[in-house]
């Protein structure tokens, strides 16, 4: 590919990239919530096209980031936790790099060689200061450095890549106006990639008031408050943990988190407005996704994401199943291609982004850059697809309850395997999206055939599993 801009590159496609921090596979209005309001993704959704079966390529965020930006498998990039992360129970801590490899062709390295201005704004979670934004292909950084999440939502952020705001200025707010200056800064004389984001919806929950005061009432109104919203389950396996037991978000209702969503959503209005004005809507190839499943069973339990089961930080649905909605009005991907608003049911997932988003950029694959994910261009157009296997190796305690496993989605059944005990799961998810009926032991066939993909995977993306702890937990110390 031609380092240089060339004249063929200013009829590119921009491309805006919204990923958002934890938000659940039910978070949305247009994906079955009755609480949170969000207006303008579910417009998104009704002009563009939704994905109903999409899923993050682990249930916690550093994994998905690196295979976003790469194209694949967290397990081949060598991310499989997020970053800083550590944690032992039966079962020992697998090693993992800590940044996301230089050597990888990243997806803003990739497009800023065909001609692309490469902008990042938000959240970055991939590694130390050797490696963050600047250091993988993009000219602008702004918010991006190795936080996990802010340490307030309210300026004085005190982040090390993003000027301090006016006191009390909202963090959503912050990176939605320097997103909008750069769209609207930006010379035409060639395409670019936005790359926002967002730190919301993780924690601190931490919304306006004002935002807050109003779910506070629709919970009233509703009857939410006489509900009960938490059930406490098993104690946490892993030993940091192990006093204190999984708390279960069994109802969305907490104000604040709805408050963040509904800023989210009026944040993401914003930019589509700015490139309304700015002429740029139908050449813009908008993608809207999230980085793991709702946060459901821990740190506050902020939001249930019933009926899929449990939540970040666990291979079930509820931790890596998540919205998708991709728009791109020039390309055909929305109405004006007679394909506006539809459903799509066909899994995908997260490294299919890398080779979608090239393709509709013109460029190819670099050389030498492994991609694991598949193009939807064809099923973006509505054209026959078939997108195959869908993998999953999570060989780590998370901190919201889940144990070290590996998955595979093949057509409509699920196998998962628990690493503790060897244990294999199987769920046909057409009939069964809550995963309540393990169907393991009338189906062997089934198991034997999904098994041997998932060997067959784990071996090719070089997947370390995890080997028993030498010692037992201290009874003595606190947990």
């Known amino acids: 590919m031609s380092a240089a801009p060339d004249v063929a590159r200013k009829t590119a496609p921009n491309v805006v990239l919204i990923l958002v921090d934890d938000l659940g596979g039910r978070d949305l209005s247009c994906y079955g919530s009755t609480f949170y309001e969000t207006p303008v993704l579910d417009a998104l959704a009704t002009r563009g096209v939704r994905f109903d079966s999409a899923y993050a390529s682990a249930p916690v965020c550093s994994p998905t980031r690196a295979s976003l930006l790469t194209g694949k498998y967290p397990a081949r990039v060598g991310v499989t936790q997020y970053i800083g992360g550590h944690a032992v129970g039966k079962l020992q801590d697998v090693p993992m790099l800590s940044c996301l490899p230089l050597q990888e062709i990243s997806l803003a390295r990739a497009l800023r060689s065909g001609g692309y201005r490469t902008w990042h704004v938000g959240k970055w979670h991939l590694g130390e200061r050797s490696t963050w934004p600047l250091r993988h292909g993009f000219d602008v950084n702004l918010g991006g450095c190795d936080w996990g999440h802010p340490p307030t939502y309210f300026s004085p952020y005190g982040c090390p890549t993003l000027e301090d705001g006016p006191p009390g200025e909202y963090l959503t707010d912050r990176l939605t106006d320097e997103a909008i200056r750069l769209v609207e800064e930006h010379p035409r004389d060639r395409p670019f990639f936005l790359n ?35 059930a406490d389950g098993e104690p946490y396996p892993v030993w940091h943990l192990r006093h204190h037991r999984v708390r279960r978000r069994v109802v969305q209702s907490d104000p604040a988190y709805a408050a963040m969503i509904e800023s989210l959503d009026t944040n993401v209005g914003r930019l589509l407005d700015a490139l309304e004005r700015t002429g740029q809507t139908d050449d813009t190839v908008v993608v809207f996704a999230s980085d793991n499943g709702g946060l459901a069973t821990s740190e506050g339990s902020p939001t249930c994401n019933a009926p899929l089961t449990e939540g970040k930080g666990w291979n079930y649905e509820g931790g890596v199943r998540t919205p998708l909605i991709v728009s791109w009005p020039g390309g055909g991907w929305d109405g004006a291609g007679g394909s506006g608003g539809r459903v799509v049911d066909e899994p995908v997932t997260t490294p299919d982004l890398y080779p979608t988003i090239l393709a509709a950029a013109g460029l190819p694959v670099p050389d030498g850059q492994h991609v694991d994910g598949v193009d939807l261009g064809p099923v973006l157009r509505a054209e026959p697809f078939r997108r195959g296997p869908i993998y999953w190796h999570y060989p780590h305690y998370s901190n919201q309850g889940g144990t070290p496993a590996a998955s595979v989605r093949a057509e409509e059944w699920k196998l998962v395997r628990f690493f503790e005990d060897d244990r294999t799961e199987l769920y046909h998810l057409v009939e069964d999206i809550s995963e309540s009926f393990d169907r393991a032991a009338d189906e062997p066939d089934v198991v034997d055939r999904l098994s041997r993909l998932l060997d067959e995977w784990l071996s090719d993306v070089g997947a370390i599993l995890p080997r028993p702890s030498p010692v037992a937990a201290f009874d003595d110390l606190p947990g």
């Not at 919301?200 to 919203?229: F, M, N, S």
């Open 196 to 230: 926002l984001w967002h730190n919301a919806v993780h924690t601190p929950i931490q919304a306006p008031p004002d935002l807050v005061a109003k779910y506070e009432r629709k919970a009233h109104d509703l009857g939410l408050e006489r509900q009960e919203a938490f």
